[in-house]
């Protein structure tokens, strides 16, 4: 039998069975959870992967009972047995408003959420919040409770817990709010965690030190963790066994080592293959899954996968539903390829997809030609008829080449009104002297964590702020070069088409009252020469919407009608109908899936070669600007710490920081796990109102030396070639392997904020 | 907090003082003043009007000195001596007859608002969290009829209905025989068996209005991680809903004062004239029709700089009741 018998198995708190979670809609029933088979085993943790939509966290809710109506758990069975003596009880046939499951729920299983501010509430300080969620399940009274509350805070690693106690979430940073809701989850110390995405609305940094403390949680107590995430990287990082899912069913289950070196099912390997990964190659198409995940209420017939399959046997896979196949001890694929019949008739000898015995090391599947995702039927002419992949960043070496942007030592100061009277008390030094150049055609990546002010600097450039001091020259070889600095209103129309801006988020920044036709169409009619609405408007619309990928006769659709991903197509359609020369792309894809941020970035990357060009991406996912950028330039308080090209910057960070931004990406690869070299920032980033004398990174920096660092301020050296680094001791560090140079042991910093006590521990 | 409050006070000076020219102007817009209509109404009556007296009212009142001067003038026995001129018709000081009548009508307004309050709180929230149940609907329909209805309507309405059904006059505040009667338990009895008509009539449109309200953001909150996060952490549903969409759901109920009070004075003009109300309503209206601009001027200055305070209260209160306001607006 190829059906696996999902009988408990010894170990396991949790064994979910045959889980079923359909929303009862007026348009039908909705399928969100649709047969899941999981088990979770005491102290380790268990990853469940898939993109948006696949009903991940419908399945971790429906384990507490927390779906609400229309919704509600159909069928199958959730086993919790945190104790081995005491009988199991299945959660599924609780009461979701009874005694007996409010009892499990934050006392035997605690739960993390992926919005961590919007998670707590704003009316009560932290402190409030977790003595209630304490003296829920205990009998402490209020003092007792608020030692062991500002015990919990100190357990997550929150420093100066007496003080933050007293604080409200809206005071304090998503990382800091994250551990928060850690510490109310951990309180009553549950056999299990579920975390739902705890780590995606982070910052690359933050997201590594709340990896490392759920780890070093989980080794104190031997809870179980589930962990949901679409990332593979986090998975590669934390996860012992992993749960693939995809339309409300697993497909894949194995241990962790297992998914990453032999994918079994095409959904794993084509999840595997569209992270843009820091040891990939640069420039290169990446491997993005075609099309989206369908809605649960259009569940397409046979394997729900088979659509966007590349391995889809016609006839089987659109009919029939495939079993799960055993291909080894705790191992399963749902897939027809791991059938025996299957198997042994061969259509695998075409090679479209290998079974997990045949796995080579190069993973399967790239060399099967697929269609573009978003293909573009016409080639633009251009002068540059190079493709992407041959942009070295050693182009920019043409002496003769002019920047198409000079940024000169720009500032941006927002004042800080204070006081009975209002008056600018202080500033805050949102980028604090920035020089930057932009060669045309290529592609610059700006990165830091939020807050470092890489975002005001894109809007100073766009002009939709108006830097504080320094320069901003523009050349196209049209007209001399332009200071965009200086230009006021009118006098800026002309650039406002040649320089455009894509921005983060897909949903926020579309007028939902208006159609594509007016939303795409609006940039032209601002122009001086601008398209009179009656000509030829609807035309360039759809020419450039068949340009992003989207179809012409869309253009009478208002945004709501669209997906996150077609949304940033829209998005980048209105960017580009002017024809720009630079193109501003400011964490353009951080808010989409991983497989839609696959596709988005390819069709940057053949509207780059089609329309000649520049790009400034912003971007604090080092793995994307890695995968895009020419150069590099490291952004931390409002100054530029370090510059050069890609290959170089990510082989030879010289910088400390950049070094510790490198280390914080998790690398999809289990085997280097935990590796060495791993720099952990202490604390977050200062704030920019009250920026730390000396180096501003000094207070975080545990390279920080007395000379010099704390008083004086490094500027950006080129040291040698184009590689230029703000740092004093640049010459004497040597970050390849930091844990040899200097002992992991934390500097105690002059500023308390944020510090990771886990050292003093 | 102290400091907030401190500005906030300070930002009132200035919407005072626009008040109080507003106030003003409204004074002196009608072309001619009270001496051109007294003139106008002797000749009417064939008594031809005498222009020594008519100069001599001029001078006593200040009618010919020129605008600013009027304006000091009056603003000065307003903040001095709480003198806010004459009635010409009631040829009364103006501050009499408002100590008449302004207890009254703040009293009734304070009433209708609690009333307000106590009706549209349960209901708001039972439409939330029974949202589409059958009490849901028949609470929006009842507040759409509530909101639909004009007060004047609605006031003749239960006059007609509590005559019908309970026999007796409930127009006016006292029944004849405690109009002239010194307090006593049986004059605040009548008193509120009077009063309940025009608190519904001019709480109606208000109540329905806030449950509507109420049940929008109570359904916007409910919905939000943090009350999935207090579920998820053991909470039970009574208490997690006390303790954290409510509170903010509340936010509302304190704003309501800033838009409710301008509401009820307005509405409070029909009502009181249609319920033959002693309170500043009628008395303004009255007042705008024989051009006694100084009483129709006052009456809209008090009025104003009471809902110019009323709104400052529910923002301290506001402030005081949610920590975000507080901490943003340091």
Known sequence: MSEEPMSSAAGAVLAIEDLRTHFHTRDGVVKAVDGVDLEVSAGTTLCVVGESGCGKSMMARSVLGLIEPPGRVQSGAIWWQPDRGREGTNLATLDPHGERLRRVRGAEIGMVFQEPIAALSPMYTVGAQLVEAIRLHTDLSMGEAKDRAIAELTRVGIPRPEKRFDAYPFQLSGGMCQRVMIAIALCCDPALLIADEPTTALDVTTQARILDLLGELQEQTGMAVMFITHDMGVVAEIADEVAVMYLGRIVERACVDDIFASPAHPYTQALLESIPSIDGHRKSRLAAIEGLVPHPSDRPAGCPFHPRCRAALPGLCDVEMPDRHQLGPDRLAACHLYAPSVRENGPLATGRAEPVEAVSPTRPGSAVPRKKPGSVPGQAPGPRETTTADVDSDVRADADVEPLLTVRDVRVHFPVKHGLLRRAAWEVKAVAGVSLEIMPGETLGLVGESGCGKSTLGRAIVRALEPTEGAIWYRDGETGPVDLARLRGRELQPYRGKVRMIFQDPFGSLNPRKTLLQIIGEPLRRLPDGVRPDSSLPDRVAEMLRAVGLRPEYMWRYPHAFSGGERQRINIARALITQPRLVIADEAVSALDVSIRAQILNLLGDLQAEMDLTYLFISHDLSVVQHVCDRVAVMHLGSIVEQAGTDRLFAEPRHPYTAALLSAVPVPDPRRRGGDGRIRLDGELPDSSDPPAGCGFHVRCPYRREERCMSEVPSLVSASGDHGVACHHADELDLQRPSSAEPRARVSTGRDDGLVPSAER | ?330
Do not use: C
């Open chain 2, 1 to 330: 907090m102290g400091k907030y409050v401190l500005r906030r006070i300070a930002y009132m000076a200035p919407t005072m003082f626009a008040i109080s020219v507003v106030s003003f102007v409204i004074i002196q817009l009608p072309p001619g003043d009270y001496l051109t209509q007294l003139a106008s109404g002797l000749r009417e009556r064939g008594e031809p009007a005498d222009q020594a007296y008519l100069d001599a009212l001029s001078a006593r009142y200040g009618l010919d000195e020129p605008m600013p001067v009027q304006y000091l003038q009056w603003m000065k026995g307003i903040l001095f001596h709480g003198d806010f001129g004459m009635s010409f018709e009631w040829n009364q000081p103006v501050s009499a007859l408002l100590a008449d009548t302004l207890p009254f009508t703040i009293a009734l307004t304070l009433g209708t608002l609690l009333f307000t309050w106590i009706v549209a709180f349960p209901i708001g929230i039972y439409s939330a969290v029974r949202q589409y149940s059958l009490g849901d609907y028949v609470a929006t329909t009842v507040g759409f009829i509530g909101l639909a209805i004009p007060n004047f309507l609605l006031a003749l309405v239960l006059v007609y209905l509590s005559r019908m059904l309970f026999g007796g006059s409930f127009v006016g505040v006292f029944s004849s025989e405690y109009a002239h009667a010194p307090w006593s338990v049986g004059r605040f009895l009548d008193l509120l068996s009077h009063l309940w008509i025009p608190v519904i009539v001019l709480g109606t449109a208000g109540t329905a209005g806030l449950i509507r309200i109420l049940r929008a953001n109570l359904l916007d909150e409910l919905r939000r991680p943090y009350v999935v996060a207090g579920r998820a952490r053991g909470m039970g549903e009574r208490r997690l809903l006390i303790r954290y969409p409510l509170r903010i759901a509340l936010n509302p109920f304190v704003s309501t004062i800033g838009w409710v009070l301008p509401m009820l004075v307005s509405g409070e003009v029909v009502v009181g004239t249609v319920l033959a109300l002693p309170t500043t309503g009628p008395l303004l209206l009255g007042a705008l029709r024989s051009q006694d601009m100084y009483l129709a001027g006052s009456i809209i200055l008090i009025v104003s700089v009471l809902t110019v305070i009323g709104t400052l209260l529910s923002d301290l209160v506001l402030a005081w009741l949610d920590p975000r306001v507080r901490h943003q607006y340091r």
